[in-house]
T-cell receptor, first 113, second 109 residues
Framework: DSGVTQTPKHLITATGQRVTLRCSPR?????VYWYQQSLDQGLQFLIQYYNGEERAKGNILERFSAQQFPDLHSELNLSSLELGDSALYFC????????????FGPGTRLTVL | GQNIDQPTEMTATEGAIVQINCTYQ??????LFWYQQHAGEAPTFLSY????GLEEKGRFSSFLSRSKGYSYLLLKELQMKDSASYLCAVRGRGQNFVFGPGTRLSVLP
């Protein structure tokens, strides 16, 4: 158990809908990272937050947005969902900026029908 | 452009040593990461290199040559539980992460 929690574990929805994925980092970790993993694209970095501020941005679509709240949990919002958004979404956390060890949550499996 | 290459699959024998190579071309360089991922599970962080040389951590070691855009992950005394995918990732410009396709390692008895 990495100490990172993600909810829900599974999510099934329809095209055009909007969903919110939630991540709680390990106690004391300030950084949260979001990743998408699909069979054809591999693991893709989406975005990183550090202590509530956006720190790095990867291949995140405009239909996707994220935020980190004062209690350090984070949410990833996916809107206007398409079939191709079906994937595993992982959240990871790490400590301070110089701490490069990332601890991954169990992931949320999103299926868009 | 940004590109990371790794062998797709490798096979080794229990107790042996295996080296998984990774070559990269990225915009900027702020460190190279190795992760292990068992099928159906989340990735697990293995190592981080930002300076040239070898970093050793138990049975696992990782090497980096920035001038050659090259890294390898060395696994010693292979165990059956080491059968997994190994992902190489580079943190580039803007602290962005780029992942390689992963190397699926099979450890045979």
């Amino acid at each position: 158990d990495s100490g990172v929690t993600q909810t829900p574990k599974h999510l099934i929805t329809a095209t055009g809908q909007r969903v919110t994925l939630r991540c709680s980092p390990r106690s004391g970790d300030l950084s949260v990272y979001w990743y998408q993993q699909s069979l054809d694209q591999g693991l893709q970095f989406l975005i990183q937050y550090y202590n509530g501020e956006e720190r790095a941005k990867g291949n995140i679509l405009e239909r996707f947005s994220a935020q980190q709240f004062p209690d350090l949990h984070s949410e990833l919002n996916l809107s206007s969902l398409e079939l191709g958004d079906s994937a595993l979404y992982f959240c990871a956390s790490s400590g301070r900026v110089a701490d490069n060890t990332q601890y991954f949550g169990p992931g949320t499996r999103l299926t868009v029908l | 452009g940004q590109n990371i290459d790794q062998p797709t699959e490798m096979t080794a024998t229990e107790g042996a040593i295996v080296q998984i190579n990774c070559t990269y071309q990225t915009s900027g360089f702020n460190g190279l990461f190795w992760y292990q991922q068992h099928a159906g599970e989340a990735p697990t962080f293995l190592s981080y290199n930002v300076l040239d040389g070898l970093e050793e951590k138990g049975r696992f070691s990782s090497f980096l040559s920035r001038s050659k855009g090259y890294s390898y992950l060395l696994l010693k005394e292979l165990q059956m539980k080491d059968s997994a995918s190994y992902l190489c990732a580079v943190r580039g410009r803007g602290q962005n992460f780029v992942f390689g396709p992963g190397t699926r390692l099979s450890v045979l008895p």
